[in-house]
């Protein structure tokens, strides 16, 4: 008799109910704006985000140069980065020559960009991923402290 705990379906189930745990659908706190605006200059870019999944949006817990505080899932970056078959960081060099996101209204709309997401207006290699990792673990600790 086989379990059906590892199926994606189980799975995705498990990760939402973790992620609402954690009770992170709130205001924005300090520790989650220093991390968002230390990313920002790290990698030099005008946009970063602590992007969070839940089943139906994605939404900002704390976040540097964009306006809106939440994106349906289906327009979401960070739902490929979460998703099964993605084993490491999602790095997207140029949002408009990637099939997953040409479409995308994030990357044809008024919001050009490309578990920290950082955008720059043009394409580019993610450079100092040593000091962003590092930096995380902040992020890490904050949340377990939350919990």
């Known amino acids: 008799m086989s379990s059906n705990v590892n199926q994606p379906q189980d799975l ?22 220093q991390l968002t605006d230390l990313a920002s200059r790290i990698f030099d870019v005008p946009i970063a985000l602590i992007s969070l999944v839940d089943d139906k949006r994605q ?6 140069g964009l306006a809106v505080s939440e994106t349906p899932r289906d327009i979401s970056f960070c739902a490929h980065a979460i998703a099964p078959e993605t084993t490491g960081p999602l790095l997207v060099p140029d949002a408009l020559s990637d099939a997953r996101f040409v ?13 920290i997401l ?9 450079s100092n991923w040593v000091r962003c990792a590092l930096s995380i673990r902040k992020l890490a600790t904050t949340l377990a402290k939350k919990r």
Do not use: C, H
Not at 20 to 29: G, H, K, N, R
């Open 118 to 126: 950082v955008i720059r207006w043009f394409p580019r290699m993610a």
């Open 103 to 115: 479409d995308n209204p994030l990357v044809t709309g008024p919001l050009i960009s490309a578990a």
């Open 59 to 64: 939404f900002f817990k704390s976040r540097v």
């Open 12 to 33: 995705e189930r498990r990760r939402v109910s973790e992620l609402q745990s954690y009770q992170l659908d709130t205001s924005a706190t300090p520790e989650f704006d």
